[in-house]
């Protein structure tokens, strides 16, 4: 039998917030009917923290604890992904600028041929003065990107 499937890499990209787990549940929705590989991945913007204040940012131990606190949440994210069905899935911690590193750096190193988004993880206030992700991603990824609107919980 040939494998018709449309996507066969697909990321799921997560920030934490309350659309984490609709966009999960997309993401893994996606995978199972593509039988894909699932990737599930969070940034992290240290830069953020040290711009113009190098003697005020995070120490080691800060910026570990961080990493290691979030681990544990997309350790959580991977098991609801494999306890839905996906058997091929992976999570990555990556540091830099959510636009560039979601819509065009990790696809690009990992071959994915959807990103599955959340509408908005920031605030009204917070769109304004750094700009939505989202609209970043679905105007210049080179492949296909879902939108996902916020929902309450997960549902297999």
């Known amino acids: 039998m040939a494998d018709n499937s449309q996507y066969q890499s697909i990321l799921v990209a997560v ?7 609709g966009v999960l549940e997309a993401g893994i929705k996606a995978a199972l009917r593509n039988n ?7 940034i992290t913007q240290v830069d953020q923290l040290t711009d ?6 995070p120490s080691d131990d800060q910026t570990y604890s961080a990493v290691h606190a979030t681990r544990g949440r997309m350790d959580d994210l991977k098991q609801k992904a494999q306890k839905a069905g ?7 911690i990556r540091f830099g600028n959510p636009k560039r590193v979601i ?5 690009a190193d990992h071959h994915s041929d959807l990103i599955v ?4 993880g920031l605030s009204g206030v917070e769109r304004l003065m750094i700009g939505s992700v989202t609209n970043y991603v679905s105007r ?3 492949c296909d990107v879902l939108v996902v609107r916020a929902t309450e919980g997960f549902q297999k």
């Open 36 to 42: 894909a590989h699932l990737d599930i991945l969070t």
């Open 140 to 142: 210049t990824a080179h």
């Open 52 to 57: 113009g204040y190098s003697d005020a940012g």
């Open 86 to 92: 996906v058997t091929d899935v992976s999570i990555h």
């Open 103 to 107: 819509a065009r750096e990790f696809p």
């Open 15 to 21: 920030d934490g917030s309350k659309a984490t787990a």
């Open 117 to 120: 988004i959340g509408a908005s």
